[in-house]
């Protein structure tokens, strides 16, 4: 099946830092790409719709100007935690879907933790 | 608007026995229907799909889902559980249509643990 990747798989920063996630799709094109986070045990809160080439579409009480989205390639999309602080430690996932299945492929994730 | 509901969110079973995690789904629009395996600090693994075409539906690993839309109900099922099977499973709908609209909605999950 098709494989999406993300970069970095953990990252501990200070708080008042910014982080960059990245969110790639190897071996396919993906217009859309999806950011989700997960608290732990719980299921996961989409946060936004990244889409190439405009702005990304945030769901209700996701702070666009904290969690800065960027798709810049038909391949990869980018989550910035800007102004880390310790609530927004967490778990976050990306996925791409291949509009030919309707599924939708995630990423292994990524465990950021703001200390 | 869609929402999943899976009922009971931790399911323990023994090695060898039946397993059973339930699904019932709203959705305004037919709905697409998935099944997804979480392993601890891991992203999703899809187990099986529904597109509208076969209503039981055969996935990897050895589960099977059936769709029953005058219950709206997609449950997962395992004849045989093996100690690998322990991990999160999440029920998710999409009911949209067109490229852009692949929004999933997520069920909060059920915790299968395997006692051997």
């Known amino acids: 099946g098709a494989v999406v990747s993300q970069h970095p798989s953990r990252v501990i920063c200070k708080s008042g830092t910014s982080v960059k996630i990245e969110c790639r799709s190897l071996?396919?094109?993906?217009?859309?790409m999806f950011w989700y986070r997960q608290f732990p045990k719980q299921s996961l809160m989409l946060m936004a719709t990244?889409?190439?080439?405009?702005?990304?579409?945030?769901e209700q009480g996701v702070e666009k100007d904290k969690f800065l989205i960027n798709h810049a390639s038909l391949t990869l999309s980018t989550l910035t935690v800007t102004s880390a602080h310790p609530e927004d430690s967490s778990f976050y996932i990306c996925?791409?879907?291949?509009?030919?299945?309707?599924?939708?492929?995630f990423g292994p994730g990524t465990r950021l933790t703001v200390t | 608007a869609q929402s999943v509901t899976q009922l009971g969110s931790h399911v323990s079973v023994s090695e060898g026995a039946l397993v059973l995690l339930r699904c019932n789904y709203s959705?305004?629009?037919?709905?697409?229907l998935f099944w997804y395996v979480q392993y601890p600090n891991q992203g999703l693994q899809l187990l099986l799909k529904?597109?509208?075409?076969?209503?039981l539906v055969k996935g990897i690993n050895g589960f099977e889902a059936e769709f029953k839309k005058s219950e709206t109900s997609f449950h997962l099922t395992k004849p045989s559980a093996h100690m690998s099977d322990a991990a999160e499973y999440f029920c998710?709908?999409?009911?949209?249509?067109?490229?852009?609209?692949?929004?999933?909605?997520f069920g909060k999950g059920t915790l299968l643990t395997v006692n051997p």
């Open positions: 996925s791409a879907p291949t509009g030919a299945t309707y599924e939708q492929y």
């Open positions: 071996d396919f094109q993906a217009t859309t």
């Open positions: 990244s889409n190439e080439g405009s702005k990304a579409t945030y």
């Open positions: 959705s305004s629009v037919p709905p697409y």
């Open positions: 529904y597109t509208s075409a076969a209503t």
């Open positions: 998710a709908v999409s009911g949209l249509r067109g490229f852009s609209n692949y929004k999933l909605t």
